[in-house]
């Protein structure tokens, strides 16, 4: 196995209710109501991934597949049980969130590398390979504010990407950037799938889990519902919508 997951919940604080003012929060504060309550995003689950094994997520939004993803990555921490991962993980879970708005693609380079656990000298050495896979080997020196959402997303992508992972999390990542950055994504995420990488793949598109994926993971409000052969997992899913 590459990734057992015991007992694992999250959950976080957010607002009772909407108030969309200072003066009906200080009313709410006035008449003692509940300002914030807990709310739960993946509740007792338990899961184990085998070396090699790509494992699809399904499931409503808000169901809790991202929030796994970057449980898995060690992004977020549990509330409690525990994630235990072998090998190196890329997540590529919100592409560019780590990157720093006024460094430039080289100098995020080495930035959102070192947050995935690369290290300085090799991040150094992949550098310009990196910005040519993403078509921005002349924007090496501008500052990434003035970089599109996908020139964010092809950067986000190359540098998670760079070096053949033993674990991959990939969530939608199909479904950014233009046709031509669709295409390049897709084939090396292939390459990488067919070379022994483990992989837990999220996506709405039920046909993608279907055709890659050898078990799926449907999680119901941050629980799993039901965890098998992903063309029967996907039929049962589908169900909930007629």
């Not at 959950?11 to 504060?29: C, D, G, I, M, Q």
């Not at 693609?105 to 896979?133: F, M, P, Q």
């Not at 050898?214 to 999680?219: E, K, M, S």
Request: a neutral charge.
């Amino acid at each position: 196995m590459t990734i057992w997951i015991e007992n694992l919940s999250m959950s976080y604080l957010a607002p009772a209710e909407s108030r969309n003012s200072l003066k009906s929060t200080a009313v709410a504060l006035v008449k003692g109501e509940k300002l914030l309550e807990r709310r739960i995003a993946i509740q007792n689950l338990n899961l184990a991934v085998s070396k090699g094994e790509i494992l699809g997520v399904v499931g409503r939004n808000g169901a809790g597949k991202s929030t796994l993803l970057k449980l898995i990555a060690g992004i977020l921490p549990p509330t409690s049980g525990r994630v235990r991962t072998t090998g190196s993980v890329a997540a590529m879970v919100e592409l560019g969130a780590g990157f720093h708005p006024e460094l430039t693609a080289h100098e995020n380079i080495i930035v959102y590398g070192r947050l995935l656990g690369r290290e300085i000298r090799e991040l150094k050495e992949s550098a310009d390979e990196i910005l040519c896979w993403a078509d921005l080997s002349e924007r090496r020196d501008d500052p990434v504010r003035t970089f599109s959402s996908g020139m964010m997303a092809r950067l986000g992508f190359a540098i998670a990407t760079d070096k053949q992972p033993e674990i991959l999390l990939v969530d939608e990542v199909l479904a950014v950037g233009d046709r031509d950055f669709q295409t390049r994504s897709s084939e090396r995420m292939s390459t990488m799938m067919k070379s022994g990488s483990t992989v837990v793949l999220v996506s709405h598109d039920l046909n993608v889990l279907s055709n890659l994926c050898h078990r799926t993971l449907w999680l119901d409000k941050g629980q799993a519902r039901m965890l098998g052969e992903s063309n029967e997992v996907i039929s049962s899913y589908l169900q909930t919508f007629t």
